[in-house]
């Protein structure tokens, strides 16, 4: 596969949002999301902020899935943190090498970083893969507080 991964633009709002639509109700993620999240979370990713950025996975001209991250300072590794919060490859394009070629991707676009990523227990195809590129289990219980 020829595979290419660029920034995300407008263009792409709806065939990513209905991309999200497929994820987030999906057994992968925990939370179900909304529209009004989806939406936002793709304004912050084609946006000029400085938290999220989004990426496009294509074979030729067509878009085989999404990718997102988040940024921020881990004082617990004393260094900058890229969250990688959605990847999501189209059914028949999995198994194809993508998610490999999006953690080569990001490890060129950002060094000196820890990068962190949340994973289902359940997803072993997802955790299979992330054990290959390199990523531990920590053994954290995350919390959350929306206000």
Same mark, same amino acid.
């Given at each position: ?20 639509? &497929?994820?987030?109700?999906? !057994? ?5 999301? !909304? ?38 300072? !881990? &004082? ?64 954290? &219980? ?6």
């Amino acid at each position: 596969m020829n595979i290419k991964i660029r920034d995300m633009n407008e263009s792409h709002r709806e065939e990513v949002i209905s991309m999200m639509k &497929t994820f987030y109700s999906s !057994s992968a993620v925990y939370t179900e999301g !909304s529209e009004d999240i989806f939406i936002n979370d793709f304004n912050s990713c084609v946006s000029e902020g400085p938290y999220s950025e989004g990426f496009i996975f294509e074979e030729g001209k067509v878009v085989c899935g999404y990718g997102m991250v988040s940024k921020s300072f !881990s &004082t617990e590794f004393g260094k900058p943190c890229i969250w990688i919060e959605d990847i999501y490859i189209k059914e028949g394009f999995r198994g194809k090498g993508i998610g490999k070629e999006y953690f080569d991707f990001l490890g060129r676009k950002y060094t000196g970083v820890i990068f962190r990523l949340e994973v289902q227990e359940e997803n072993s195809a997802a955790i299979h893969l992330y054990k290959k590129e390199g990523f531990d289990i920590l053994p954290y &219980t995350e919390m959350k507080k929306i206000n």
